[in-house]
């Protein structure tokens, strides 16, 4: 069967990181099986609407390739695919449901139905209004009385369902209540738009946060009362920022743009959060979103929570960077040596230097900030057991390599690295008593990206001279 899937946020500011796993794993199921992977805007909530949210969606998919096959701004047979063009439609179709025994005329007021309610108590709302006809509130719609459509739960017993990854579900009838479906406003909520919207649009597959098991059979009996088959559930565990608590962009966790903001490439982002809550059943752990297609099997989601490690999605970041073509990291890290770097240096090498050993595109400036600046250090940084080195040979071998890198006609990693090997040779020294105290003294640090002619090559022959000549 070909799936027809559909990504549905709402457009509230950045994406959200389990968001975008909702949208992955929605479009991996259509794709998976040939078929097509729908974006809807559900806007129906007017307070929480954010002014540009909606060109964030759209720019988020488009940056990681998830690319839609219908949706608002290249239309398609479903349409309008943004919720609040269609408002006719769940008017119409809310009506019907009162006329079906579905859904009934509620004319209580939010506070009325508030101070009934006791969520922690389990208490719910017993409405009064179920008891009128409907002919009289028929009568009392046409008046012009405020009114919002509530749903009838009018069942007892055991609901039951399927979900794939959960499997078979049971959950008390008189667990539910009847919720608020078209607003005074004539605004749908989001359990009865999207259920409206799923069966007009065709969609066979609904992704959606676990939370959401108990109100599937409030949906179910919706379905039910049009005479229409619900789609193949698939409700996928939490992501947790940690065993207790869930990864929440209210509290201020980070979303895609976050992410991106602190030099994580987004196809990195977008391989790591598939593997929150799936298992590809082998031991690889890179895929590219082509690759993620052909392999991807909702039947191996976890029921699991999922905690994000950011520890390992910076080893995985880490990967993409290694693996990307050198001319393409160029590009990105010219972008990030433009915010602290105002010396002239040979950016290409200081590409090839850096390229594997960061992990974020945001490690540069903090990797490579000894080349703008030479920081303050201590004579004891040349005292090296290993290199065999004291501050006596540091300052001897300094001395040596001066003239001798003065001499050098030609400035590339590959002569200056020679060069400094003959000083060594020539003065009965061992390559680390050159190499290491020349490091030190351009670098002013232990630990470098890079050795001692990579970091010269960097630098130029008149910095890297300057440099020597400051420690000798």
């Known amino acids: 069967m070909k799936a027809r899937t559909r990504f549905a946020p709402s457009p509230t500011g950045y994406m959200h990181i389990g968001n975008l796993r909702t949208a992955l794993y929605e479009y991996l199921i259509a794709k998976a099986s040939?078929?097509?992977?729908?974006?809807?805007?559900?806007?129906?909530?007017q307070k929480r609407y954010v002014e540009g949210a909606t060109d964030i969606i759209y720019n988020t998919l488009k940056t990681v390739g998830m690319n839609w096959d219908e949706g608002p701004d290249i239309g398609g047979n479903y349409g309008p695919y943004i919720q609040s063009e269609r408002l006719p439609l769940y008017q119409e179709y809310a009506h019907k449901l009162v006329e079906l025994g579905g859904a009934h005329y509620c004319f209580c007021s939010k506070s009325e139905a508030d101070?009934?309610?006791?969520?922690?108590?389990?208490?719910?709302?017993?409405?009064?209004?179920?008891?009128?006809?409907?002919?009289?509130?028929?009568?009392?719609?046409?008046?012009?009385?405020?009114?919002?459509?509530?749903?009838?739960?009018?069942?007892?017993g055991k609901a039951t369902f399927n979900d794939v990854v959960y499997g078979d579900i049971e959950i008390d009838y008189d667990e539910l209540d009847e919720g608020v479906l078209l607003k005074s406003d004539g605004f749908p909520?989001?359990?009865?738009?999207?259920?409206?919207?799923?069966?007009?649009?065709?969609?066979?597959?609904?992704?959606?946060?676990?939370?959401?098991?108990?109100?599937?059979?409030?949906?179910?009996?919706?379905?039910?009362?049009?005479?229409?088959?619900?789609?193949?559930?698939?409700?996928?565990?939490?992501?947790?920022?940690?065993?207790?608590?869930?990864?929440?962009?209210?509290?201020?966790?980070?979303?895609?743009?976050d992410l991106v903001a602190k030099g994580y490439l987004p196809e990195a982002i977008l391989n790591y959060i598939a593997l929150l809550g799936w298992n590809p059943g082998t031991e690889q752990e890179i895929f590219s979103l082509k690759e993620l297609e052909?392999?991807?099997?909702?039947?191996?989601?976890?029921?699991?929570?999922?905690?994000?490690?950011?520890?390992?999605?910076k080893w995985m970041n880490g990967c993409y960077i290694r693996a990307l073509p050198f001319?393409?990291?160029?590009?990105?890290?010219?972008?990030?040596?433009?915010?602290?770097?105002?010396?002239?240096?040979?950016?290409?090498?200081?590409?090839?230097?850096?390229?594997?050993?960061?992990?974020?595109?945001?490690?540069?400036?903090?990797?490579?900030?000894?080349?703008?600046?030479?920081?303050?250090?201590?004579?004891?940084?040349?005292?090296?057991?290993?290199?065999?080195?004291?501050?006596?040979?540091?300052?001897?071998?300094?001395?040596?390599?001066?003239?001798?890198?003065?001499?050098?006609?030609?400035?590339?990693n590959e002569s200056i690295f020679e060069c400094l090997k003959a000083v060594a040779v020539e003065n009965g020294l061992k390559n680390g008593q050159v190499l290491y105290p020349v490091r030190i003294a351009l670098t002013g640090l232990e630990t470098t990206p890079g050795g001692a002619s990579e970091i010269a090559a960097v630098l130029g022959k008149q910095e890297t001279l300057t440099r020597l000549k400051q420690t000798a």
């Open 34 to 45: 040939g078929g097509d992977f729908i974006l809807r805007i559900e806007d129906t909530d």
């Open 115 to 156: 101070e009934q309610k006791d969520e922690e108590m389990n208490i719910k709302f017993k409405d009064p209004c179920l008891h009128i006809s409907l002919e009289e509130a028929k009568k009392r719609v046409a008046a012009g009385e405020p009114y919002v459509v509530r749903q009838t739960i009018n069942k007892k």
């Open 189 to 257: 909520t989001y359990n009865f738009a999207n259920v409206v919207d799923d069966h007009l649009m065709n969609i066979t597959h609904v992704v959606r946060g676990n939370e959401y098991i108990s109100s599937t059979p409030k949906y179910n009996l919706i379905y039910e009362a049009f005479g229409w088959t619900p789609p193949i559930y698939v409700h996928v565990a939490q992501v947790m920022k940690d065993a207790q608590h869930k990864l929440s962009k209210r509290n201020g966790d980070a979303s895609f743009q």
């Open 294 to 313: 052909q392999v991807f099997d909702e039947k191996r989601l976890n029921k699991s929570p999922a905690i994000f490690d950011i520890t390992k999605l």
């Open 327 to 412: 001319e393409e990291f160029h590009q990105l890290a010219n972008k990030e040596y433009d915010t602290f770097l105002t010396r002239e240096v040979n950016r290409d090498e200081l590409s090839k230097v850096l390229q594997p050993r960061i992990e974020t595109l945001k490690d540069i400036a903090e990797t490579a900030a000894f080349i703008e600046t030479l920081p303050t250090y201590s004579d004891e940084l040349f005292i090296n057991k290993k290199m065999k080195t004291d501050v006596d040979i540091a300052k001897k071998s300094i001395a040596l390599a001066i003239p001798a890198l003065e001499g050098l006609s030609e400035w590339t």
